[in-house]
């Protein structure tokens, strides 16, 4: 038993963390239960599920027994996240809002809270380990390669690494349903959420369209002819297929190779001339990417890893990509993959992994396609 040391579980109305706090119960902990409020700009709207969430959090903490409180982390949030996200977007990048709410909202102002509340240590329901190796601690992924999370958690310090706990990372996903299940959570079938954390399943470019000014601009193909007009670069991202407004237009042997049926991606945004380059086909190579160079960068590992060889994910749900990893003159993290990666997208990060261990990574600055960029 764990003699009744006190652990703080993050719970989001989710099954994840329904059966971590289960788990940790069974385990001999005094668990309490927090419920994170993080966003409420428009918390009455068809697509907020706060309210939903902690009536089903409320339900699950009844049922296993445990209190739960609700705290409001959304000024902290709107600060420390939102702003960023706006400041990404309108330079250009694609920001993943998720990795920095885990690194100052969940793992920061929540592990700040849980602490003040006498708490041992944290719990998420997230899937992911930690390991202690000498008093070092190691971010391993979760044994279920579906739902492994390490991703999004990689800019985890050392010290948040000490004091977290993540009960189901070694489960698989079916495992956790068949839990909560067996011992009645209200929430066991409840599907898992999707988009990012304060947006929900909203229209993306309708709420962003709120606090990112138009500036529409030409669509070009690769050489160089107009084709269409875009609503403003924010608005798009490298690899984007869907919402271009151009899937009509077909150019019969326009596309080297591509044929007049290939559907149309976004390749490249100049900011500068506020044009958005098209390319047809999912394999062309304006989407290929030999290399990238990464900055910000953040390592949960004890020490900045040494160059050499390791793998790399530069989106989630991404299969490793063996790579080589060294620094430049700058700092910045150069990392020369084996096979071209595709759409590798300035904003995302770039994850760095020696087998099952995360080591951190950073946010990709730059990349070279295997193609040159238009002039």
């Given amino acids: ?22 788990l940790l119960k069974q385990q001999g902990y ?48 709107k600060d420390r996240v939102f702003a960023e996200f706006l400041r990404e977007y309108q ?3 694609t920001p993943n809002p998720d990795i920095l709410c885990n690194a100052e909202i969940k793992f920061k102002a929540f592990l700040d809270h849980a602490m003040r509340l006498g708490a041992e240590k944290i719990a998420t329901g997230h899937y992911c380990r930690v390991r202690d190796v000498g008093g070092e601690f190691q971010l391993l992924k979760g044994l279920d390669p579906s739902k492994d ?7 985890l310090n050392q010290a948040q690494l000490s004091k977290t706990l993540f009960p189901v990372g070694e489960l698989h996903k079916t495992e956790v349903r068949r839990i909560a299940d067996e011992i009645g959570l209200p929430n066991a079938k409840k599907k898992d959420s999707t988009g990012i954390c304060f947006i929900g399943e909203r229209p993306f470019r309708e709420f962003l369209n709120r606090y990112i000014a138009n500036e529409p601009g030409p669509i ?53 001339t506020n044009t958005l380059y098209v390319v047809q086909g999912h394999d062309h190579a304006w989407l290929l990417y030999g290399s990238l160079h990464a900055d910000d960068l953040s390592w949960c590992a004890p020490h900045q890893p040494a160059p050499g060889r390791y793998a790399a994910k530069t989106r ?35 994850v760095l992994y020696d087998g099952e261990v995360c080591m951190g990574g950073g946010v990709i600055a730059s990349a070279a396609a295997l193609s040159a960029t238009p002039a």
């Fill in 316 to 350: 989630y749900r991404q299969a490793d990509a063996p790579c080589d990893l060294s620094y430049n003159d700058e700092g910045e993290l150069v990392l020369a993959f084996d096979d071209p990666q595709w759409a590798v997208t300035p904003g995302q990060s770039a």
């Fill in 149 to 155: 999370q390490s991703y999004f958690l990689h800019r």
């Fill in 220 to 272: 070009k193909d690769e050489r160089g002819r107009k084709i269409g007009t875009h609503v403003g670069l924010s608005f798009y991202t490298l690899g984007q297929r869907q919402g271009l407004g151009i899937g009509g237009l077909k150019e019969k042997g326009a596309q080297r190779g591509g044929g007049e049926h290939q559907p149309w991606f976004v390749a490249r945004k100049d900011m500068a």
């Fill in 30 to 77: 005094d668990v309490v239960g927090i419920f994170m409020k993080n966003w409420e700009d428009d918390d009455d709207s068809e697509y907020c599920s706060s309210n939903i969430d902690f009536v089903d959090a409320a339900a699950v903490a009844d049922v296993i027994g445990i209190e739960i409180e609700h705290v409001n982390f959304a000024a902290e949030y």
């Fill in 1 to 22: 038993m764990a003699n009744n040391k006190r652990v703080v579980v993050g719970l989001s109305g989710g099954v994840d963390s329904a059966v971590s706090a289960y």
């Fill in 91 to 93: 330079g250009g990048r």
